[in-house]
């Protein structure tokens, strides 16, 4: 029997034609998400997890077995389909081409590799006609909800990329009616627009092609504060022009074209510069460049492994066969060294992931914060590109399955030491075994690097190939070394290597694998002057990946002459490689080669204040950058932009500096150099390195029993916690704050940590806890005559007051506090809480004077480039434009300010500001762009757990009738509150929070 699955639309399956009974929802929901990994194993915790969320029932384990038994009697019988118990977990078999999903998949991957327009239209029009729907109609969990966002993405890429080739093929008259729908529902789409006006202007209508134009330009100035992106500026000089390159192309061009990227995206290279000298591995290239042309209807291979020993050369043939194929991939190129086998230093796959989404234009604050929701964005961002992503000297499985994309669109190359046998078995990964250089490969390297002495010594050159076992790295120092003694023959050098490898004790005496290399390494480090000896032994204490020429002199202790001559001679040597920018960096071989030779040679002393002297240049480097940023005074003691500079190019290394301080004994740097570049982070910087250093210095200052920066530092990464919607974190880091600041005796800091505590609770919906927390920090900034404190505390008072329903007493509060700013001459805050009297719904409010406020704070804000406090002007100014009946004003302020929301990563912001969102869209008469908007907050609140912002968004989806109705209503109960007015007040930082 023949079984057909599908999932884009309802789930469904099928045998022999005849539809198969798959029970209630959440057993179609186990097989929806079975059909999703098709032939690859699901744990029953994550199977759980996918299925329920974190609404699982106690007896879910229980629950899934039943409805596992079930499936498989559903589909007993069907040829080749079973589900089964593997060590990994639950394992569908079935012939992915029976899925409907995995067939779009397929037949679009085939499209993007066809030779000619017609073939790629014909199987872009067979991969659309398997859609049915919404992929898992009438199901909805947490995890089906973002899968079926990224299949929807799919889709719509897999449809652009069906007009690019329809337009090359002249259908353009065709296509127009279908292209002006959808741009109508994708008004901010520049690939889109642009297919557009090509298609008007192919039409005779150059008029109607520069108003669609006009159109767009307006829409993102209107949403975005941006302008269109240069392809599309591009595309409309031409059209004004009538340029004769946009006529349809001729039958040869377009048996050449390929299906171009989107315009807006992102197109990184991040390929290392090609390999000098490289010599041999012709085999290998060529198994390398049959992935990309498989034989027969077999689509092109999604993952490939170079593995071998180290020092074989699997980086450079990796960089060498990327740089032959990138015409391949015109989305770009991924990379990264992942450090796999660095003892102190690998890259841990949440950085990683963090690193390609920036790469691929996620802006930092975007970028989720746990490792799963990361992997997640990251294949969707890669969803319909064709991209080459290497991933350098991986460890193990684990550090590169989340790496993997989710489309077969792209290619992964993997190199490794491991035979990574799990890639193979699970993913399908084909594997090129690199051995050692053959003899002839070997000589031929040396001939390139030494030139003629090869040939006038060949049997000596043989040699010397041997005592470098034949490893391209080991060649290539010896190499250097020849080069350099010119006045001593290839036997001479041989033999002097001979006697360093008898007498080189770092030789494993139980046959390390690495001891010829090492040997080699040796006889190179022996020949070096001292002081380049010296450099190269210490720049294996560096805990980054790179170092700066500054870095390098600050932990050698030298000149800027003295560093550039030693870091000279290391080059030559090929001992360290230097990179872009004056940065350099060392093989992980190297690395650990000088880190043992510093150990046995250098004291500990003086490996100590090497490390010292580089952690104190990098934390006056951050001292010095931070000043600039935020300057104390009016005078500004340095450039902005080189301080931003410096900072963004040596993060990596000052997170390490401080995971690095942390572990080995530098817990004043830590402590120091975390505090100074907090305030950078928390403002803009990736949230991961936040929370790494933050973490650091909370253990460097438990390992000295330093109390008080363990509380700041603790406070710290409370607030971090509570920007990523991570609440019960934020309330447990700060209430370890708060014990501590109370020990300590510091009113000032207990205060602010108890108002920020207060908000922790607000956001869970625990009002009563939230007013106490509030009420102790305005008794303490009373305490300590902080007007500015107290009137703080009112609003947030105030805000729980309106929150519960007393109108009154809100009303009274916000007023004290208004009077306190006014004394205060705090014209922000004024304007804040002006907006606050403005939402009560039964209230009158100075609705001119806080438009008026608030637009000269959005000015200032604006002028110090500040996107939190314009991002929460802006939802204010929202407020007041909906009390005066300007609806449109209103929901454009709200537009910009969820673009500048997603950016700093304020989910819980977000999560209010689509709501205000929907309900300004259903007053204006928009009930299903509404009920969009609040279905994007409750997904949001659902996240972070805000009862109080989830009610609302189901208030709003509901439209006043429905379970969406009662389960607003449930909420609020719960929550003992009245349902929640139009633009209902929200807690958060304001502009001037410390």
Not at 704 to 729: I, M, Y
């Amino acid at each position: 029997m023949t079984a057909e699955f599908g999932v884009l639309g309802a789930v469904e399956a099928r045998i022999d034609g005849r539809s198969v009974d798959l029970g209630h929802a959440r057993q179609r929901c186990v097989l929806g998400v079975l059909l999703v990994e098709a032939g690859r194993p699901v744990a029953a915790d994550q199977l759980i997890e996918r299925v329920w969320g974190e609404r699982a029932p106690q007896r879910a384990t229980g629950a899934l077995y039943s409805y596992l038994s079930r499936l498989r009697g559903a589909v007993a019988g069907a040829g080749g389909v079973e589900i089964r118990r593997d060590p990994g977990g639950y394992l569908l078999t079935v012939d992915p081409q029976a899925v409907d999903l995995h067939r779009f998949r397929r037949l679009m991957t085939l499209a993007r590799a066809a030779e000619s327009d017609r073939s790629a239209a014909a199987l872009i029009e067979q991969a659309l006609d398997l859609w049915r729907g919404d992929p898992f109609g009438g199901l909805d969990t947490r995890w089906l909800s973002a899968t079926r966002r990224t299949l929807l993405s799919e889709r719509f890429a897999a449809e652009l990329d069906g007009n690019d080739v329809l337009l090359r093929l002249g259908r353009h008259g065709e296509l127009l009616p279908a292209l002006s729908a959808a741009v109508a529902e994708h008004p901010l789409d520049e690939r889109l627009a642009g297919q557009a006006m090509l298609a008007l202007y192919r039409c005779g209508r150059q008029a109607d092609a520069d108003e669609r134009y006009r159109r767009i330009r307006s829409s993102l100035a209107d949403e975005l504060g941006s302008d269109p992106g240069p392809e599309l500026r591009r595309l409309h000089q031409q059209i004004l022009a009538a340029d004769p390159a946009l006529a349809v192309p001729s039958l040869e061009a377009r048996a050449s074209s390929a299906v171009p990227v989107a315009a807006t995206a992102s197109v990184p290279a991040q390929l290392p510069a090609d390999v000098r000298a490289f010599t041999g591995r012709t085999g290998e290239l060529t198994a390398l460049d049959r992935l990309l042309a498989p034989d027969g209807d077999e689509p092109p291979l999604t993952v490939a492994l170079l593995s071998g020993t180290a020092g074989v050369g699997k980086s450079a043939l990796a960089v060498r066969w990327a740089h032959r194929v990138r015409e391949s991939f015109p989305d770009g190129q991924l990379y990264i060294n992942l450090r796999g086998y660095d003892a102190e230093q690998p890259v841990a796959v949440a950085d990683a992931l963090a690193g390609f989404l920036t790469a691929l234009g996620v802006r930092g604050p975007e970028i989720p914060p746990g490792t799963d929701e990361r992997a997640a964005r990251y294949r969707s961002e890669l969803t319909g590109r064709r991209m080459l992503v290497l991933l350098d000297n991986a460890s193990s499985v684990e550090q590169v399955r989340p790496l993997l994309p989710g489309t077969g669109s792209c290619l992964v190359l993997i190199t490794s030491r491991d035979s990574l046998r799990g890639m193979v078995a699970v993913h399908g990964a084909e594997r090129v075994n690199l051995d050692l250089l053959p003899p002839a490969d070997a000589a031929g390297l040396l001939r390139k690097l030494i030139g003629v002495r090869v040939d006038r010594e060949p049997e000596a050159a043989a040699e010397l190939a041997a005592a470098c076992a034949r490893l391209p790295l080991a060649l290539r120092i010896a190499a250097e070394l020849a080069a350099e003694r010119t006045d001593v023959s290839l036997s001479e050098l041989v033999a002097e290597l001979g006697d360093h490898q008898m007498r080189l004790d770092l030789l494993d005496a139980g046959g390390d694998p690495h001891a010829e290399v090492r040997a080699v390494f040796s006889w190179s480090y022996q020949n070096l002057p001292s002081g380049a000896a010296r450099t190269f032994r210490l720049l294996g204490l560096h805990p980054g990946e790179t170092a700066h020429f500054d870095a390098v002199a600050a932990l050698i202790g030298a000149g800027d002459g003295e560093t550039r001559r030693l870091l000279d001679v290391l080059t030559r040597a090929s001992l360290v490689q230097a990179g872009r920018g004056g940065r350099y960096t060392m093989h992980d071989l190297l690395r650990a080669y000088a880190a043992e030779l510093a150990a046995r040679h250098d004291p500990e002393p003086e490996r100590r204040a090497a490390l010292t002297r580089l952690f104190d240049h990098y934390l006056a480097g951050a001292t010095t950058a931070m000043a600039t940023l935020y300057p104390a005074g009016e005078e500004v003691p340095g450039d902005p932009d080189t301080a931003r500079s410096w900072i963004e190019a040596e993060r990596p290394n000052l997170a390490a500096v401080c995971t690095s301080g942390a572990a080995h004994g530098w817990y004043q740097h830590t402590i120091d150099l975390a505090a100074t570049l907090f305030r950078y982070l928390d403002a803009g910087g990736p949230v991961t390195e936040a929370v790494t250093v933050t973490a650091s210095a909370v253990t460097a200052a438990r390992a000295v029993g330093d109390h008080a920066s363990q509380a700041r530092a603790l406070a710290n990464l409370g607030r971090l916690h509570r920007r990523q919607g991570r609440l019960h974190e934020a309330a447990e880091t700060y209430r370890e704050a708060l014990v501590l600041y109370a020990r300590l005796g510091e009113p000032a800091a207990e205060a602010l940590v108890l108002r920020n505590l207060g908000s922790v609770d607000w956001r869970l919906g625990d009002y009563r806890r939230a007013a106490d927390h509030y009420l102790r920090a305005r008794t303490l900034f009373g305490e300590l005559g902080d007007d500015a404190g107290r009137a703080d505390a009112l609003v947030r008072l105030g805000l729980v007051d309106a929150r519960l329903g007393d109108e009154t007493r809100a009303a009274r509060r916000f007023t004290s506090a208004l009077e306190l700013y006014a004394e205060l001459g705090d014209r922000f805050s004024e304007a804040y809480v002006l907006s606050l009297l403005a939402r009560l719904p039964h209230r009158p409010a100075s609705l001119d004077r806080a438009a008026e406020l608030l637009e000269e704070s959005l000015a200032t804000v604006r002028r110090n480039g500040d996107r939190t406090a314009e991002a929460y002007a802006l939802t204010d100014l929202a407020a007041i434009e909906a009390r005066r009946d300007r609806l449109a004003e209103a929901a454009g302020h709200l537009r910009r300010a969820l673009v500048l929301l997603r950016r700093i990563g304020d989910r819980a912001s977000e999560a209010e500001a689509l709501n205000d969102l929907g309900q300004v869209l259903l007053a204006a008469g928009d009930p299903s762009e509404a009920r969009a908007q609040h279905g994007q907050a409750l997904e949001l609140a659902e996240e972070i757990g805000d009862r109080y912002e989830q009610a609302r968004a189901h208030d709003g989806i509901a439209d006043g009738a429905g379970p969406h109705l009662e389960r607003a209503r449930k909420i609020y109960a719960d929550l003992e509150v009245p349902a929640a007015p139009t633009l209902s007040p929200g807690a958060r930082r304001r502009p001037t929070e410390p």
